[in-house]
């Protein structure tokens, strides 16, 4: 990663490079790893601006490919990118729009992971997880919260129970299995709060 002096923030004087590093440390920030400069997110930071990609069947692997080639063409760019991939691909989207862009780019493992009729593959989410992490992916978004107990209060409260793709998922994979928790909970286990929250 290059150094945070590169940072937009710092370049603009919106914050230091010691006040940076001291909030990175602390973990109320954080510097995504690019290619190019690392892009801060969290308080006191510029707000990003991301872009989407994916491919639900790799025959859409050419089309989203020229959308990466497209933004680089532009002359600017977001700030972060998202691989919304459900299919496993020769060269994932992240890798390309990472090297072509030099943005951070993050993605949903599970979508890669779970089929509607079986389910969650867990041991195969653990390996995309560590495959994902090693190839530069800047962030991941695991879907971790939810519990069977969750979801029948979100069911009795909410006209739409879950109101994200990759929470859906994982709660499709409770209802499959009949867990109480995520598919992945013993491999990836939450702290539990010493009292429940108000």
């Not at 954080?30 to 872009?51: E, F, I, Q, Y």
Request: include cysteine.
């Amino acid at each position: 990663m290059n150094g945070l002096s590169d940072v937009q923030e710092i370049r603009e004087g919106l914050l230091s490079e010691p006040e940076a590093r001291t909030r990175i440390d602390s973990g109320s920030l954080v510097a995504l790893r690019t290619s190019g400069s690392p892009v801060l997110v969290g308080p006191g930071s510029l707000v990003k601006v991301n872009t989407s990609i994916g491919c639900n069947r790799a025959a859409d692997l050419a089309t989203e490919v020229e959308k990466i080639a497209e933004i680089g063409r532009l002359g600017y760019q977001p700030d972060l990118m998202m691989d919304l991939s459900t299919v496993q691909l020769p060269i994932p989207l992240y890798r390309t729009a990472g090297e072509q862009l030099g943005l951070p780019v993050g993605t949903l493992p599970h979508y890669l992971c779970f089929k509607p009729r079986r389910g969650m593959d867990v041991p195969r989410l653990l390996d995309e997880i560590e495959r994902q992490a090693a190839s530069g992916v800047a962030w991941m978004t695991l879907h971790l919260s939810p519990t069977r107990e969750m979801y029948e209060l979100a069911r009795a409260t909410r006209q739409t129970p879950t109101t994200a793709r990759g929470g859906g998922i994982v709660v499709r994979d409770m209802l499959i299995h009949d867990r109480a928790e995520r598919p992945s909970a013993s491999q990836l286990p939450l702290p539990r709060p010493s009292q429940p929250p108000r």
